[in-house]
């Protein structure tokens, strides 16, 4: 599987699964929208419980972007 490439500075709706089976987050997967692409390299769905990044599964570019004040 290939990690999605990010552009940076830029917003996503991104999909990611918590891949750490001491989880109760376990093989639950997330929808991250708007995700900021930082600088487009540092891009991580940390999980809220165990504090491990998630696996990125799918990445797509909102279009039109959102208005972020
Ligand atoms: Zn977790």
Redesign the pocket.
Same mark, same amino acid.
């Given at each position: 599987m290939s990690t999605p490439v990010f552009a940076p500075a830029l917003y996503y709706d991104v999909t990611a699964r918590?891949n750490?089976p001491e /989880?109760r987050?376990?093989d639950t997967t997330w929808d991250v929208n708007p995700f900021y692409s930082n600088d487009g390299v540092h891009c991580y769905v940390q999980?809220g419980? /165990?504090h491990?990044n998630m696996e990125i599964l799918t990445a797509v570019l909102l279009d039109p972007q959102p208005e972020v004040s």
């Open positions: 918590d750490n /989880c987050n376990f999980c419980i /165990c491990q």
